[in-house]
C-alpha cells in the first residue's frame, strides 16, 4: 500500500528530522541517515523511535 507523495513529503524521522524513504513493499519507512526502518501499519507510519527496527543494509 504506497502511501501518497504529499503525505510522503511531511513525514520526517523523529529522531533525526531527515527524510523517510518508503520501502519497495510499503510496508516500512526507512531513515537513511540514522539506519532505522519505521513500520507501516495498516497504511498508517508508526514513527516512534521505540517501535523502530535498525535497518539492515
Ligand atoms: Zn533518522
Known amino acids: 500500500m504506497a502511501l501518497?507523495?504529499?503525505i510522503r513529503?511531511?513525514?520526517a524521522c523523529p529522531k533525526?528530522?531527515?527524510?523517510?524513504?518508503?520501502?519497495?513493499d510499503g510496508g516500512a519507512l526507512h531513515c537513511t541517515s540514522c539506519?532505522?526502518?519505521?513500520p507501516v501499519r495498516d497504511g498508517i507510519p508508526v514513527l516512534l523511535v521505540e517501535q523502530a527496527?535498525?535497518?539492515a543494509r
Open 35 to 38: 539506519s532505522l526502518s519505521y
Open 16 to 24: 533525526c528530522r531527515g527524510a523517510l524513504e518508503e520501502a519497495v
Open 4 to 6: 501518497p507523495a504529499r
Open 53 to 55: 527496527e535498525p535497518l
Open 9 to 11: 513529503e511531511l513525514l
